[in-house]
Each structure stands twice: as structure tokens, then as C-alpha cells.
């Protein structure tokens, strides 16, 4: 299926944000003292394990290009916010490594993850020392933005610290206990809120005062939320083909994701069946079991009418600073990019 | 022994330091979302493990009352620098807290540490955390030095993790690889950074320019380096009354201390010895004979000279700031403090 014209344009866009954010990205990683800086060079494919180059490029450049798309929408020069996407690029990143050694995942992005390569402490500390380095590039930008920019971003990352733990704490629960709000408030901490902020810095170094920066972060929250929504159905009824992962990879780990707490609370006798299949271990057969339960349970459903809500909200939340929404079409370009990968 | 003047003075300082930067130190853990609070308050000693208040006072607060001093020292008014000396403690906790799931120490300060109540996931999710609420309270300030403070304060997370890594790295190589000099700038970014900085802080709150921080922040480093040598003096004779820790517990970690490197790299038939006992099991015997062996290898002489002569360079550092030593009095004290253990 060829692409949307959407895509099309949002490729392009993302394309474009690395080529003008990645020269920013690399001199600040090319900063840190040398054994922390071959972590780093690892982790975003600059370099291989052995410390030789590698010109694979990795991570889509979602958030830089979010940064840079509401500042443009709000009128302002792009060119002035490279800085700051690229300390929003540190932060995921750095949350990345460290959310990888939390989970033990030991691949990333079809790559041996840090952790995997370098061990625990190395993945740390270099997680550590790109939060610092992140937040080192906002404090020394000399825009008039800066300081109210630092202050959203610790911010962030402290909900996002918040988001993980949630997450790890309904690891640990059994289903039927975790609810659907607690989910939905874990996933706009762990995955809306860096969306949320990335869009609210671009605000800023437009120009914009707090109130407009509020509103770029809600709109950047919900297409979170739809991503984050769109991700979980991806978790069991994408392609294995296009994902790289078995189908009902998230179901075979037992994952809480959106759609499953959809379903485990939905009442329904399909939702007590997904229950009692989950209080076990999840053979194939029982993960095809699992992803049937879901549908039936109504768990595919909402997700995807929640999704499309999600994304309606905000687009108004959005039409509150760009009434006339046309200045915004690139970021509308990557709400829709982020949201449309399963239609 | 009573203690000397300069102990009860430097005493008296730590205890009003704490006294001046714990409510905004309090407030600060308190802004956190729940449960990453709960993991902060226990590990500051403020509550129990069961979430019940604890009046423990933990930590002494050296680097905050190096805050406050050095910006005493230039003229300053240190109320307006309790909030950079809360976040330069909040920056030490957070490396606590991950030093401590890195080394796999179980206990701190005669507590089971936050990894072993909490968990791995926790601690480094509650070190993260702090981090940012750390560089998120310099950046809320709106005092004219929060942005070049933000700035050497990142730089110095840096340069922290630049020292736990060579640290890990140093414990991976056998006795004789590791020099003195690579040992020193280990000590020197592993604990003479923050010290450091600390002082560089206070300078920058008391108006000073990049070239009087840049002063105090050598005096810092320097002071603390000679702080880590008698620490590092501790962990072979200190007197396990007061430690807490067995006679020679460095040793029996075979820990590559700076005592340890000088004897290991001096070329003497006792150097040879230590190298051969550190290549085997640390037995009672074997640290005695390896105590013994570090003294006979001028380890013992060489740390403490040294840290005199690195004494003494701290107060030429601070005489190019302060010539008249006198409203440097404070920071003399806290130095002394630091630093006169052992004698």
C-alpha cells in the first residue's frame, strides 16, 4: 500500500528534522568524557560495539520533529529551537537505556541494548549522564525561552520517572486489579507527557507564554495517548512482519497494555476469560486464545474509538492557539504519522 | 579526644547548614509524585521502610554548608543560595542511590540501602528523579546566577559519572594496571567534582564571575581530593568503632585505593608482596600482611603527605579569591573537618 500523502509529507519532515537536529545532537554526545561518549555513540547506532562506525540510523526523531514543528506553528524560527529538540532527543534516549536495564530487555531497535553490550553499570551511567547533558544544553542556550523551558523538562522527566514506576508496579499486580484509569494515567506519564513537552518547548521558543505552552503540551499529550493506544494494538495484532516481533508478543509477556485492561474490566464473560488465561502461563495456543478474548471483550474496539478520540481532542486543544489550523499542518502531518501505522 | 575548636565550629556549621537547606530540601522531595517520594523520604532517613516518619538525621551535609561558606566567603547573602544547595545535595543523593545498585552495597549509613528495600528498579527510577528535581530547582530560581549555576552543575553530573565509570573500569583490571595518576583523576572526578562545584555554586550566588567560580571550584576539588585520601586512609586503619566497617575492609574488597595504587606502583620488593596477596582470596591474615605491606611501601606516608600538600594547595586556591582569609573562615573549617579524621 503506497503512502498517504500525510506520510509522504511527515517522512519527509522527520527526515528533515534529523538532518537539521542531528549535527546538535552529535556535538553534545561528542562532549561527554570517552568511555561514556562509546556508550552513547553505541546506543543511537553512531557506532558499533567495537567502536567503529556505523552510519545505521536509528529512532524516527519524533519529539526534535514535534519541537521544531510547533514552534513554526506558532510563527516562530525553527532554526532557534534545534537546541532544545535535541535535549528532548537526550531525555528519550536516556529513558530509553535506562527503562531497557529496568525491563531487561536485551534488544532494542533490532540491536543488543546497551545494558546487553556494555553491562548494568555502563547503561546507568551513561543513562545518567545524558539526562545531565540534556539538561546542560537548555541551561547554556542563551534564548529568552531557556530557563522556563528547563523547568518544563525537569518536570517531564520526573512524570516520566513517575510512568515507569507505575508501570513496574502493575507488573507486579495480578490481573483485574490493575483499572483502566490507572492505566491510561500511567501511559499519558510514560509516553504523553515527553510528547506533551516536546510540543510545549517549541511553544516556548516561539515565543509563547505559558498559556499557549499549556495547550501545545495537552495536544502533544493526547496524540501521545493515540500513539501510545495505537502501539498496544500493534503489540497484538501487528505484523510480525513489519514489527519484528511474534504476533501477540505483548499477551505472551503477560503485558497490561490499554486493550488488555480494556478487556480484563469490561465485565464481559470474554474479560473473565482473558483473566483466568493470563493467571497462566501463555503457550501459542493460549495467546491465540488471549487475542480472541480481547476482541470479544470489546478491548480491540475502545482502543481504537479511544485512539480516534484522543486525536480529536487534540486537534482542540491545537485550534486553541492555531485557530486557523494551517501554520500547524506539520504537526497535524506527525500526529497522524505517529497514530496511522495499524489503519 | 574533645574536639578541636575547628571541629566543634565546623560541627556547629553543618548543623545550622542543615537547619537553613532542609525545608527547601523537604519541600523539594515532597513536590515528587507518591511513590517516587516514598523511595526519596526513606532514603534521606526521613521515613521508614514501612513509610512511617523517622526523625533520623542522615548525612552531614558538607556540601551544602560549602554552598552557603563559599558564598559567605565572596560577600554574599547565603539565604539566597539555600535552593542551589539543596539541589547540590539532591545531586549527591541521586548518585548515592545509583552508586549503590552499580557496587551492590547493601547497607548506607547503617541502612539497608534503597535497591535492597525497594528494589533495582526503584532506585535508579528514584535516582533519576532527583536528578532532574535537582536541575529543576536551579532552574525555578530566579536568581540572576541559576543559569551559569544550571550549567556547572550538569557539567559536574557529568564529570561524576565520567569517575563511577572509571571506577568500575578499575575494578575490572588486575593490581598494577591501574596507575596512580589514572587513580587520582578518578578520585578527583568521583568526589573532588561536586566539592567543587559545590564552592563554584556558592561563588556564582554571591556574584561572582567565571573567574572567581573557577577558583573556588579548584579549592573544592583540591580539599576534596585530600578528603578522599583520608578516607581512603580510613578504610585501611580506621578504628572499626568508629567506622563501622572491619580493620582493613578496603583491603579485603582487594578495593585499588589511592594508598593502595601508590604502594602497588612503587616499584618496591613491599609493592611486589601486595600485588601478589591482592591476586588472591582476602583472608585475615592476608589483609594484615597486605596492611603491613602497603605502610612498608610508603602507601601510608605518600596519602597522607599528599593529602596535606593537596590541603595546601586548596588554601593557595582560595587566598586567589579571598586574600584576606578571614570571611573564608567557614570553608576553612568545613575543610579541616573533612579531613582531620585521622590525625
Redesign the interface.
Given at each position: 500500500m503506497p503512502d498517504t500523502v500525510e506520510g509522504r509529507d511527515a517522512t519527509d519532515l522527520l527526515e528533515r528534522t534529523r538532518s537539521a537536529v542531528d549535527p546538535e545532537l552529535r556535538s553534545a554526545v561528542a562532549s561527554?568524557?570517552?568511555?561514556?561518549r562509546r556508550v552513547a555513540m553505541y546506543h543511537f547506532g553512531w557506532e558499533r560495539a567495537d567502536g567503529t562506525p556505523a552510519s545505521r540510523s536509528v529512532g524516527k526523531a519524533v519529539r526534535p520533529a514535534l519541537v521544531l514543528a510547533a514552534c513554526r506553528a506558532l510563527g516562530g524560527d525553527s532554526l532557534q529551537a534545534v537546541r532544545a529538540a535535541a535535549a528532548v532527543e537526550l531525555v528519550h534516549n536516556?529513558?530509553l537505556l535506562?527503562d531497557d536495564?529496568?525491563d531487561e530487555d536485551p534488544t532494542r531497535r533490532h540491536r543488543p541494548t546497551v545494558w546487553n553490550v556494555f553491562g548494568?553499570?555502563?547503561a546507568?551511567?551513561?543513562?545518567?549522564?545524558m539526562?545531565?547533558?540534556a539538561?546542560?544544553l537548555l541551561?547554556?542556550d542563551r534564548h529568552a525561552a531557556?530557563?522556563a523551558a528547563?523547568?518544563r523538562l525537569?518536570?517531564c522527566?520526573?512524570?516520566l520517572?513517575?510512568g515507569?514506576?507505575?508501570d513496574?508496579?502493575f507488573e507486579e499486580r495480578s490481573p483485574g486489579e490493575v483499572t483502566l484509569d490507572e492505566c491510561i494515567a500511567m501511559a499519558t506519564a510514560k509516553t504523553g507527557a515527553l510528547l506533551g513537552c516536546a510540543c510545549a518547548l517549541g511553544a516556548l521558543y516561539a515565543g509563547a507564554g505559558e498559556e499557549k505552552a499549556a495547550a501545545m503540551d495537552a495536544f502533544g499529550r493526547e496524540a501521545g495517548l493515540a500513539f501510545q493506544l495505537i502501539d498496544d494494538l500493534i503489540g497484538i495484532w501487528g505484523d510480525p512482519e513489519q514489527t519484528g516481533k511474534p504476533a501477540g508478543a505483548d499477551l505472551a509477556a503477560h503485558k497490561k497494555s490499554l486493550p488488555v485492561v480494556a478487556a480484563l474490566s469490561s465485565g464481559t464473560a470474554a474479560g473473565a476469560e482473558l483473566a483466568e488465561l493470563y493467571r497462566g502461563p501463555m503457550s501459542a495456543s493460549a495467546v491465540r486464545r488471549a487475542t480472541d478474548a480481547v476482541e470479544r471483550a470489546g478491548g480491540r474496539d475502545w482502543a481504537q474509538l479511544h485512539a480516534a478520540d484522543r486525536m480529536s481532542r487534540a486537534v482542540g486543544e491545537l485550534a486553541r492557539v492555531v485557530p486557523d489550523l494551517t501554520p500547524a499542518g506539520d504537526l497535524l502531518a506527525l500526529a497522524e504519522f505517529v497514530t496511522r501505522r495499524i489503519r
Open positions: 561527554l568524557p570517552g568511555s561514556l536516556f529513558t535506562h536495564v529496568i548494568v553499570p555502563d546507568i551511567i551513561a543513562g545518567d549522564a539526562s545531565a547533558l539538561l546542560g541551561a547554556k531557556s530557563a528547563s523547568v525537569t518536570a522527566v520526573i512524570e520517572c513517575a515507569q514506576q507505575a513496574c508496579a
